[in-house]
Nanobody, 117 residues
Framework: QVQLVESGGGLVQPGGSLRLSCAASGNLFTFNPMGWYRQAPGKQRELVATFTTGGSTNYADSVKGRFTISRDNAKNTLYLQMNSLKAEDTAVYYC???????????WGQGTQVTVSS
């Protein structure tokens, strides 16, 4: 059974940093593309950062230069390094992976990130 489990969320002050992790139950190469989304209260879920089907990275304009997506294939883990956090980054962050053969989307349970002084 495919599972994605996020961790690393929490409360941080503006300007601070957090690193989110997404542990996959299997090989990361199962998923293509794979990335991070977020959903703030009262808003639609939006893409934050992703590894595209071609293997490159794509970021939302609002996080460019502040967030970095990375992966450790040996650990089957996807990461999101978030620096210079702002109040508007407050949201539940979700890991997403699309099965490369079956085109099924898998989601983690989400991890809350709150940026507040």
């Amino acid at each position: 059974q495919v599972q994605l489990v996020e961790s690393g969320g929490g409360l941080v002050q503006p300007g601070g940093s957090l690193r989110l992790s997404c542990a996959a139950s299997g090989n990361l190469f199962t998923f293509n593309p794979m990335g991070w989304y977020r959903q703030a209260p009262g808003k639609q879920r939006e893409l934050v950062a992703t590894f595209t089907t071609g293997g490159s990275t794509n970021y939302a304009d609002s996080v460019k230069g502040r967030f970095t997506i990375s992966r450790d294939n040996a650990k089957n883990t996807l990461y999101l390094q978030m620096n210079s956090l702002k109040a508007e980054d407050t949201a539940v962050y979700y890991c997403n992976g699309r099965h490369r053969f079956y085109s099924i989307d898998y989601w983690g349970q989400g991890t809350q990130v709150t940026v507040s002084s």
